[in-house]
């Protein structure tokens, strides 16, 4: 659990996002408004199609909103140029996607290594910072594999550990667990809640997986693009259970 009163690292204000669709225009997110503290894992769950990728996306930079503000660490992303939202994307927002988008050519070590390397990190400090995060994520022995040469689980432990590199303000996980196996998506999800609780590291995760869902601080479902509280112990997808108001 994350402390009590500790200081928001991610805070959304009456966020807006639709996108062109073949009747007209599609409205994703409606006035969504959430907060993210520090060591709290937030999941986000909701149907295919709900929005939970996209509101991922405004929050951690990747795309900007129709509308509404994203402070991260107090920072408004909304009052940065490209360039700069690039650079705090880089050091303070980790990413880790269903499929691990490693790059093929690279190492294990090279792929943790790289967003160092971005931030202007030497390559000998860079080296060791992702030597120390493979430890952390228990696949140090791994390090010189490429990725084609790891199973889906230790690629995924490689994804977390780039995320990791740059010491962010919070991660941002979507369905990391959906392409893998029951038994390895559990174990991704022993080490998530480890890492928050060596490193107080703050998640915010879409998924699909009750077993991840119930095991977060807080569930919020979207619904008709707005965010809606949600019982951990008690959600499923299929029931959808129960709603207890919209999150501001």
């Not at 409205?27 to 503290?37: K, N, P, Q």
């Not at 990747?62 to 509308?67: E, G, I, K, V």
Request: aromatic share 4%; charged share 25%; net charge neutral.
């Amino acid at each position: 659990m994350n402390e009590p009163g500790a200081p928001a690292v991610l805070e959304a204000e009456d966020l807006a996002k639709g996108y062109p669709s073949g009747r007209g225009r599609l409205e994703v997110l409606r006035g969504v408004s959430m907060t993210v503290r520090r060591a709290e894992v937030v999941a986000i769950v909701g149907p295919s199609g709900s929005g939970k990728s996209t509101l991922l996306h405004c929050v951690g930079g990747l795309d900007r909103p129709d509308s509404g503000r994203v402070r991260v660490s107090g920072i408004d992303l909304e009052r940065l140029k490209n360039g700069e939202l690039a650079r705090v994307r880089n050091r303070q927002i980790g990413f880790v996607f269903q499929f691990h988008h490693l790059l093929p050519d690279f190492t294990a070590l090279e792929n943790v290594m790289l967003p160092a390397l971005i931030a202007g990190t030497s390559q000998r400090e860079a080296a060791a910072r992702a030597r120390e995060l493979l430890t952390a994520v228990g696949i140090a022995e791994r390090e010189s594999h490429a990725p084609a040469e790891l199973s889906g689980g230790e690629q995924q432990r490689v994804a977390v550990a780039r995320a990791l590199t740059n010491g962010p303000a919070a991660v941002l996980a979507d369905e990391p667990s959906g392409n893998l196996d029951t038994h390895t998506a559990a174990d991704l999800h022993r080490l998530l809640f480890r890492l928050r609780a060596e490193r107080g590291v703050t998640f915010l995760i879409a998924t699909h997986d009750p077993s991840l869902a119930r095991q977060a601080d807080r569930v919020l479902a979207i619904r008709e693009g707005s965010l809606h509280s949600v019982e951990p112990a008690t959600w499923s997808e299929e029931a959808q259970l129960p709603l207890q108001g919209v999150e501001r």
